[in-house]
Each structure stands twice: as C-alpha cells, then as structure tokens.
C-alpha cells in the first residue's frame, strides 16, 4: 500500500500583527567583566535584527578622575588668561616683542629675516600639526587591540583593572584630546600664512620715519602673528595634559597627580621661568635704551 505524506497546514502571517525582535546585549570585555545586560524585544516574521552596544561601567572614582582631569585643564587655561592680563607672562612679553619686531620690519629694505622668522613658526606648527595626526591613526588602531594592550598592563604593580568598554572610553578621551590638539595647529598655521601675507604688504622702507598708517599695519600684522601664538600654545597644552590623560590607564589617583603636576608645570613655566626672566631683562635693557 503506498504511503502518501500529509501535507504540511500552510501557516498564514498576519501583516496587521507582525513583530519585530531586537536584542540588545552590552558587552564589554570578557564574561568576567561584562556590564550589565540590556534587552528590548519587538518582532517581525522569522526575522532578528541584532543590535550590539557597550555600557561603560565606570565607578565614582573614574567619574571624579575624569572631572578632576577637564576641570583642571579648563581652569587653568581662564586662569592663565586672566592672570596674564595683569603680570608679566611668556605670552604677553613675546606679544610685546612680536610689536618691536613689526616696527623694525618697517625700517628695513631687506626683509628676508622677516620672512624666514614666519616660516620658522610655520614648520614648528607643521611638525606639530603633523604629529597630531600620526598619534591619532595610532590610538585608532589601538581600538581594536585593546584586550591586547589590558593583558600587558595588568600585571604592572598598582595598575588597577577594568573592563574593556571602560578601556575604550579612555582610548576616546585620549583621541578627543589630540583632535582638539590638530584643530589648534592647523589654525595657528593659517594665521602665521596670514602674517606672511600681511608682511608682504607691509609699506616699503624709506629715507622718512614710518607714518601712521604704516605704524598701524606693523601693529596688526604683530597682533596676528601673536594670536597665531596662542592657538599654537593651546595645542601645544593639550599634549601636556595627553601626558596627564594616559595615566587613566594605570590608576584614577595617577590622574589626580598628574593633571596636578601638569599644572604646576605650566604655571612655572608660564609665570615663574627663567626664560620670562632674561625676556624681561631684555627689554627692560632695550627701553633704557630707547630714553637715551
């Protein structure tokens, strides 16, 4: 007797009614240090879409490391803005020289000096400019070696662990910081090329004393060149305290020294140095001068 197969009862989706299901899990790391899991199910058909996303589990003390670590960075760049507007600092002495420079600029038929001092900033922005963007293809790449990079530490004495998600979240912080760094390069090198062309423009030197207007542009073109250099001493800023932001990696207290130590030495350098010292000899020396 032959044996015939029942057919299988068709099974009719209701289009009015259908579902969607999505699973959103948070991993971070290994099983041992996952964060906690998040799901949110809806469904359509035999069909799943899968959503993946990591929830950083960072505790109070990370949290303060990182406040403590913009706090001080922020602060201390009105502190230095304001303090520099009523004493003496490298930024407002050379501001200074730079108009000393310009008015010299004026009284001379080869200005070939001149040029070579812009160009001369331009190739230390450059460089800077430069290096900025090697250090952040390198910390990109290190986004995907990060288990990698958590085994060679671990075993460092005082080196506190943490998951990966966590790890991941300080590489971020570190490659926000440097892209702000390569932000400020790239337009002190456009204000420099600014220079450049304003001192190209700059009124030829004659047998008479520079007039108004030429005293005028020589100032302007100095207030550029002296802007130029504060962008400049922002980016250059922002690696001192990228020194400060990598030692997240060992231990939240090494954020707290550091971004202190990283203070205090830019305050010496800024207020306390000896280079603002000779700077101001200088030009204490070139105003005696001047009056005789």
Same mark, same amino acid.
């Given at each position: 007797?032959?044996?015939?197969?029942?057919?299988?009862?068709?099974?009719?989706?209701?289009?009015?009614?259908?579902?969607?299901?999505?699973?959103?899990?948070?991993?971070?790391?290994?099983?041992?240090?996952?964060?906690?899991?998040?799901?949110?199910?809806?469904?359509?058909?035999?069909?799943?879409?899968?959503?993946?996303?990591?929830?950083?589990?960072?505790?109070?003390?990370?949290?303060?490391?990182?406040?403590?670590?913009?706090?001080?960075?922020?602060?201390?760049?009105?502190?230095?803005?304001?303090?520099?507007?009523?004493?003496?600092?490298?930024?407002?002495?050379?501001?200074?020289?730079?108009?000393? =420079?310009?008015?010299?600029?004026?009284?001379?038929?080869?200005?070939?000096?001149?040029?070579?001092?812009?160009?001369?900033?331009?190739?230390?922005?450059?460089?800077?400019?430069?290096?900025?963007?090697?250090?952040?293809?390198?910390?990109?790449?290190?986004?995907?070696?990060?288990?990698?990079?958590?085994?060679?530490?671990?075993?460092?004495?005082?080196?506190?662990?943490?998951?990966?998600?966590? =790890?991941?979240?300080?590489?971020?912080?570190?490659?926000?910081?440097?892209?702000?760094?390569?932000?400020?390069?790239?337009?002190?090198?456009?204000?420099?090329?600014?220079?450049?062309?304003?001192?190209?423009?700059?009124?030829?030197?004659?047998?008479?004393?520079?007039?108004?207007?030429?005293?005028?542009?020589?100032?302007?073109?100095?207030?550029?060149?002296?802007?130029?250099?504060?962008?400049?001493?922002?980016?250059?800023?922002?690696?001192?305290?990228?020194?400060?932001?990598?030692?997240?990696?060992?231990?939240?207290?090494?954020?707290?020294?550091?971004?202190? =130590?990283?203070?205090?030495?830019?305050?010496?350098?800024?207020?306390?140095?000896?280079?603002?010292?000779?700077?101001?000899?200088?030009?204490?020396?070139?105003?005696?001068?001047?009056?005789?």
């Amino acid at each position: 007797m032959p044996i015939v197969a029942k057919p299988r009862p068709a099974i009719k989706s209701q289009a009015r009614h259908r579902h969607r299901l999505a699973t959103v899990e948070a991993r971070s790391g290994n099983r041992h240090n996952r964060a906690p899991r998040q799901s949110l199910c809806v469904r359509e058909g035999c069909e799943i879409l899968s959503v993946d996303f990591f929830v950083v589990d960072f505790d109070p003390l990370d949290v303060t490391a990182l406040v403590v670590f913009f706090a001080g960075w922020i602060a201390y760049g009105f502190f230095a803005a304001i303090r520099g507007r009523g004493r003496p600092s490298l930024t407002s002495t050379m501001g200074e020289w730079r108009q000393s =420079w310009a008015r010299q600029m004026l009284e001379r038929d080869n200005r070939m000096v001149d040029i070579q001092i812009v160009l001369g900033h331009l190739r230390i922005a450059t460089f800077f400019a430069s290096t900025t963007i090697l250090i952040i293809a390198g910390l990109s790449a290190t986004l995907g070696a990060a288990d990698q990079m958590m085994l060679l530490v671990k075993d460092l004495p005082l080196v506190r662990t943490t998951s990966r998600a966590a =790890w991941e979240v300080k590489i971020l912080m570190l490659i926000l910081v440097f892209i702000y760094a390569f932000f400020k390069f790239t337009w002190c090198i456009r204000l420099h090329s600014y220079t450049s062309v304003l001192l190209g423009a700059a009124p030829e030197a004659g047998e008479t004393p520079p007039d108004t207007a030429a005293k005028a542009q020589a100032r302007d073109i100095a207030r550029v060149s002296s802007l130029a250099s504060y962008h400049f001493n922002n980016g250059l800023r922002a690696y001192y305290f990228g020194l400060a932001a990598v030692t997240w990696f060992l231990h939240p207290y090494a954020v707290f020294a550091a971004t202190v =130590w990283v203070v205090l030495v830019l305050y010496r350098r800024e207020f306390r140095s000896r280079a603002l010292a000779l700077l101001r000899n200088a030009e204490r020396v070139r105003k005696e001068q001047g009056e005789v």
